[in-house]
């Protein structure tokens, strides 16, 4: 069983910048994939970012040159670095991590806020 703890979210104000983090706990074997994902009430969740086991990244267009997705094998941890924030970016975030086996792991999700 794996358990994905995202923090860093927050209220801020349009142009301003937050840190999400997620760490992974629990089972955790040959992860492949880990990637943010953001929704908003009534909407369909979408892919912010992802970020795989070798290294390579994608982003939504709506956040490329903005956001910045990294992760540190080490600890198991992920986080997403969110600059020159806008009043659409408000969502909640949540954490995903697939493992090669297929098995897919989901966080809580941390509410983050742009005040324009």
């Known amino acids: 069983q794996v358990h994905l703890a995202e923090s860093g979210g927050g209220l801020v104000q349009a142009g301003g910048s937050l840190r999400l983090s997620c760490a992974a706990t629990?089972?955790?074997?040959?992860?492949?994939?880990m990637a943010w994902y953001r929704q908003a009430p009534g909407k369909q969740r979408e892919l912010v970012a992802g970020?795989?086991?070798?290294?390579?990244?994608n982003y939504a267009d709506s956040v490329k040159g903005r956001f910045t997705i990294s992760r540190d094998n080490a600890k198991n941890t992920m986080y997403l670095q969110m600059n020159s924030l806008k009043p659409e970016d408000t969502n909640v975030y949540y954490c995903?991590?697939?493992?090669?086996?297929?098995?897919?792991?989901w966080g809580q999700g941390t509410q983050v806020t742009v005040s324009s």
């Open positions: 970020i795989t086991s070798a290294g390579s990244i």
């Open positions: 629990g089972s955790i074997f040959a992860i492949t994939i």
């Open positions: 995903n991590l697939v493992t090669r086996a297929g098995d897919i792991s």
